[in-house]
């Protein structure tokens, strides 16, 4: 059973970067958003320590201090923003759409922004978690900087681990690329590219045993899956590559997504397949993944949406 239905002509579900920034362009426009943060307010930004690639931040900000700001604007101009979940969503026919907050609050929705992000997979052991933000990273372009001339370490066999592998060869002294089987699961051209470079040393039928450091990371222990050998080395920096999960399962069924449950938008557009229903940030970008550009493809989402009930508003007059 539900309470009180609400009306609403701006529905946000998530927050960080894109969804933030939606909320701002939207409070701008008068449409009055409501946002349900979602379980992590604030989006991965909140587990990221120095954030030094965002512009306007000369000497970097610290990613939950700048979620902080960003927050703060979006209620300045206006934003309802909630500390909830939205549980349920009815995308049937045409809006108001339906969802369930909560589980128990129903909500009728003119237009609906969806900002639910991406979450990395992780490896899944005690010391990943520990020292993550402290030299363990799932994003090589936002924190490799941190360790230029470092030995550093990545976890992965994909397309995205080699290219991430690439990348910190150019900065760092080493890097140590860990594959758990026998072979690679990137393309021929990114397998080449990764064996091309000198100072990448690909291990093999390899996984990791533990990741080492009180309180940043010193090194890891790695183990042969084959021979059962154990072996360490010394490291500053830690980064896993095995993918990212789109949080958007609760729209299946309703949006049109790809294989990995990426939502698709249609091109130079945050448009999904549904009328009034928009996409930004990392639930439909799985290219950049960055906080620059999941704010600009927030702001197209609300500028997507203002258009939408604007023209919705035309028709009825006419």
Not at 262 to 270: D, E, H, I, N, P
Not at 288 to 303: E, F, I, K, N, P
Request: charged share 25%; aromatic share 8%; glycine share 10%.
């Amino acid at each position: 059973m539900t309470d009180k239905i609400e009306h609403v002509e701006c529905l946000i579900i998530g927050s960080g970067p894109a969804g933030y920034t939606a909320a701002i362009y939207a409070a701008r426009a008068d449409m009055k958003p409501v946002m349900y943060a979602g379980m992590q307010p604030g989006g991965q930004l909140t587990i990221t320590t120095d954030v030094e690639n965002y512009p306007g931040y000369p000497d970097g900000i610290m990613g939950p201090e700048m979620m902080e700001l960003f927050r703060k604007q979006a209620e300045r101009f206006g934003t309802d923003v909630r500390y909830g979940m939205i549980t349920h969503v009815d995308f049937k026919g045409k809006a108001p759409f339906k969802v369930i907050a909560d589980e128990n609050h129903e909500i009728l929705a003119e237009t609906i922004i969806i900002a639910t992000g991406a979450s990395a997979k992780w490896l899944g052991i005690p010391s990943e978690e520990r020292l993550n933000g402290k030299g363990v990273s799932a994003c090589a372009v936002c924190d490799g900087f941190f360790f230029k001339g470092k030995d550093v370490a990545i976890v992965g066999a994909g397309d995205t681990a080699c290219e991430e592998a690439s990348y910190l060869a150019k900065i760092c002294s080493k890097v140590y690329m860990i594959v758990r089987r026998n072979e690679f699961r990137a393309s021929k051209a990114m397998q080449h590219r990764v064996l091309n470079t000198p100072n990448i040393e690909v291990l093999f039928n390899t996984e990791t045993d533990e990741i080492l450091g009180d309180t940043i990371v010193s090194g890891a222990r790695f183990k042969n899956r084959e021979t059962g050998e154990l072996r360490t080395i010394d490291l500053k920096g830690f980064f896993v590559a095995i993918g990212h999960h789109p949080n958007t399962d609760i729209f299946k069924g309703f949006l049109d997504m790809d294989d990995t449950g990426y939502l698709k938008t249609v091109a130079g557009t945050s448009k999904t397949n549904i009328e009034g229903v928009f996409a930004c940030g990392d639930a439909q970008d799985k290219v950049y993944r960055q906080a620059v550009t999941a704010a600009g493809s927030g702001c197209m989402a609300a500028l997507d949406a203002e258009r939408y009930l604007a023209a919705k508003a035309d028709q009825a007059v006419a």
